[in-house]
Structure formats: C-alpha cells, structure tokens
C-alpha cells in the first residue's frame, strides 16, 4: 500500500515548493511539485498565510496523482503544513543499558518520534560504557528490540583502546566518541601520546567532548573555597569556564590538523572556540572540511542570565555561557562555522538535578523539542528554515555519510516529519515521552506542532500518539 502526503510545503536542498509525497513500503517513490521552487518560504514562516485550515487548496492545478488516487494509496492531508526530513540527531544519551532509571532506548526513542527525530545516533557513557565490540554489539540488540525509530552508537575511545578502532565497522556506525576533558571511569582520554594515536589511525569521524580538566579542577577548589562544597548553580559557567573549553577544543583541532583527521567538535558553547572554524559552503552529498562543530539546541536556547529562573535544569556541560556566547553561536547557524544542530538530549531524575555546581547533575532531555524550539527561532528571523534543515537533517547525513537518509529524494528511505505552524500547544508533564518526566520547557508555548512522523515509511508519530508496536532499523553508513 502506498502513501500519498498531499499538498504541503515542502522543505529540501535549499528550496521550499508545495507538492506532494508518495511513498511505497519504505521508500520516497514521488515528489509531485505543484510549481517550480520559489518562494514558498522564503526567509520567515510567521508571516500572515491565506491557508486558514487544513482542507483549503494550495494551488488550483493539483498533481493528478492528488486528484485520482490509487484505491490502495492512504492519503494524508498536509495542507497548511510543512513537510521536512526526518531529523538526524547525532549525539543523545538515551542511557541504556545500566542507567534505565532515568531512561531507555524505548522510552527516548518515543520522544524521538513524537519530535519528529527519525534517526538517532548514542553516545558510549552508559554501564557498562561502549568501550568494547562487545558491548556495542550489545546495544544493537537491544535497539533492535525496543527503537521506535531509526539508530546507531558511537564507540567510546579510552587511553587503552584504540587497537581496537581497526576491529570496528565503518558501514555500520558513525564514528568515535571522545572525552578530552572532565569525564568519568575510564572515558577521559587525558595522555598524549594516546591523543595522538588515535587521532593518527581513526578512520572513522571523531567527535570530541572538549573541555579542560585542569582548568575546571583548578575552577571548582576555587569556587570552594569562597562558596562551600556545593557552589551555587549560578557559577557553573565559571568554573566551567571560556577558558577551560577553548584550550580542549584548540587542542583537538590542532590534532586533527597534524594527523588530516576528521573531527567535530561537539557542543560548542563560546564564541572564542567558533573562531577556530572556518565559514563553508557544502556541496553536493559531501562537507568540504575535516573540521567541523555542532551546536546543541540547550546552548542555543539558554544563557547563564536563566540558572535565575531556571536553576539545574539547565545545568549541562559544557556549561550554558553569556548571552554574547549564546547571541555568537546563533550567527554561526547561518555563516557556516556551524555544521550540525544536535541536542545532547541527557535525561536525570529531577532527584538526581538537586544541589549546585558540586552534586546536581549535568545533562537535560530535549530530543522532543529540540524541533518545534528550533522552528521557534527560525520564526524569530535567527535562521531560514532551509538552513534548519540542512543543519538538522541534510548535514548529520553528509557528515556521518548516512545512507539515503537524511533528504527527500526519489529511492530515498521515506523518513520524513509533517510540522504545522501557527498552531500554539504548552509543554506539560502530560505530553513528555521522556522517562524522566520533565523538560526545562515545562510551561512554554510553542507555535510549531509535529503533526506527522514517518520513519521507513511507516506513520510511527500520528496527532500525539506513537506506535509502540513499530521498530525502527540500523543505519547504514558510507
């Protein structure tokens, strides 16, 4: 049975057109425009519309596909929506296994869906930790049985292991995770001559955490000294500080550089480290440069000014910065300096968030949001909607090197997200999918609703409810 998404706008490669969508089992098979790509977005999508509900015509010359569907073809309605690709989110911690009390690849998975996230790539800091082929064959198995939606895992590097990296398969997941700075357990990689071996042989991309032990240490006694063992929230920026995030990140990029690996630089939270990456333009299916950063959507979203209103939860590390910091990245969305938007989506139980700098712990949930807040600033005139999604889907695809994914294109994996604007819902306890059961979000509305998620094809996300009885599918890569 086919699917036919009609009469939205829709968002791909840098253009905006209304059309329509077929889809056949789990593949993009059609992508009927109405009119030649134009201006049916352009730079702002608050402006006024004459769409007034979703059954009112967006062009008097439909597709005759629209006009006379297939007795077999299910139709979905997108009239007045927008239909993007499906997000790629490359760096989540859905925690599983060992830390199930806060989350599960199942429970974040169905936060996934309900964002409008197809795919999702996890990080190796779980129990035991994805230091191993084995516990990373571990995770598959149970992604394989409880993913709502599509997925991968980063291999975790330590001091010890990088004989291993030659042992692991590139068409199988994206890359390797690095700690430069501040981990636990066995996760930091702190040695030089460790640094340089795995940066000389990786194969594979290298995402690094980048910030400098010794500097938070030095950072932490000092605000010790002055405010107890347990320093206020508000001094989390300090002590991890400008300073301890762009020595780490010079580090890294002056290893990449050294040995022609690729890397990227995760998380970016200041303005000095942007200065490190050169603007780009991508072209066709590849990124032009080796180095490369992500911006995650809580630095985008949040300053230091909102520990007052907000206190820990909205303590991550790295930590939230200046509002000059934040102003600073948002630029970079659109300048180049800024490849991926990820969410380093980190789920604790609000007992877990008690406390200060010292003992509330670092991490928020945002894998359902991070689409409608992204959509929020593109509203705001920070970013176009075409750049949005070339930083939240298009580019994690060339990155990562996905395998068709990532676009609407013709053969392509049917993931694909259905989003209304001008359609106002409040984040309540009520509508998050979280484990965790609450979001720094909590009481904020927004104006753009995920309608629709498709994922292999299949309507996983439907009007507020997940299909939990679908499993999503390994990616592919390279």
Known sequence: MSILIEGGRIVNEGQCFEGSIVIDDDRIVDIIPFARPKDACKARTSRPSSITNNLSPLTSNPSPLTSNPSPLTTRISAHGCYILPGIIDSHVHFREPGLTDKADIESESRAAAAGGVTTFFDMPNTMPQTTTIEALDDKFRRAAASSHVNYSFFFGATNDNTPLLSRLDPHRIPGIKLFMGSSTGNMLVDRDEALDRLFSTARLPIMAHCEDTAIINRNMALAKEGHGDDPDVSLHSLIRSEEACLASTAKAVALATKHHARLHVAHLSTAEELELFA???????????????????????????????LGTRIKVNPAVKSPVDQFMLRQALSDGRITTIATDHAPHLLSHKQGGCAKAASGMPMVQF????????????????ERMVQLMAHNPARLFQVRQRGFIRQGYKADLVVVRPRSPWTVTPAVIQSKCGWSPLEGHTFQWQVQHTFCNGHLVYDHGVVDRQYIGEPVLFR
């Open 279 to 309: 603007p780009s333009t991508v072209k066709g299916d590849t990124i032009p440069t080796a180095v490369t950063a992500e911006a995650c959507v809580g630095h985008l979203l949040f300053s230091m000014l909102d520990y007052q209103r």
């Open 370 to 385: 991070a689409l409608p807040a992204m959509l929020e600033l593109v509203d705001r005139g920070v970013l176009t909607i």
